[in-house]
């Protein structure tokens, strides 16, 4: 199982990729942010953002697509920007009839250290030993892709067997 994780974002998405599967070893096979600068225009910066995960697309070719779900902040700016890019994550595994889950950052904190209150620094340090890295993922959007794409593959794996032998019953 190859999952493509995106941590939403505008300035810095972050962006994963993960093979293993439940109970095996996960590896770490890409690990980076698409930026785009503040000052473009909006649209010039969801195309660079979709431009850069088509690329991810075409080099790694997920079976799946795991997005952090996107909630209510106070920052309504900061909301709306964060699920434009959600957005972009979406139509473009539509596009290539990708798989796509959607994470809650509680969920993801949760699969990853095991509680769903842990704080960033707890999740980059448990990304870093469950991936074998030498070193934690910088930047920080970066760790939190990976964090999303292992929980997708601990989690999302298990969930869509699930609704596939569902749907395959109602049949």
Do not use: Y
Request: charged residues 20%.
């Amino acid at each position: 199982m190859r999952v493509l994780g995106v941590d939403p974002g505008l300035t810095r998405c972050g962006v994963a990729v993960v093979e293993g599967g439940v109970g095996q070893k996960l590896t770490a096979l890409h690990i980076g942010i698409i930026g785009s600068a503040p000052e473009l225009e909006l649209a010039d910066r969801l195309v660079a953002l979709e431009r850069g995960l088509e690329a991810l697309v075409a080099e790694f070719s997920p079976d799946a697509i795991a997005i952090e779900r996107v909630f209510s902040q106070h920052n309504v700016r900061s909301a709306m920007a964060t699920a434009q890019a959600a957005g972009i994550a979406l139509l473009v595994a539509g596009r290539h009839e990708i798989q796509v889950s959607m994470h809650t950052p509680t969920e993801v904190k949760a699969a990853v250290t095991g509680s769903g209150r842990a704080d960033k620094a707890q999740v980059t340090f448990m990304v870093t030993k469950v991936l074998g890295l030498a070193t934690a993922p910088k930047p920080a959007d970066a760790a939190d892709a990976l964090a999303i794409a292992i929980c997708d593959v601990w989690r999302g794996q298990a969930k869509r067997r699930l609704e596939a032998a569902v749907r395959g019953g109602a049949k």
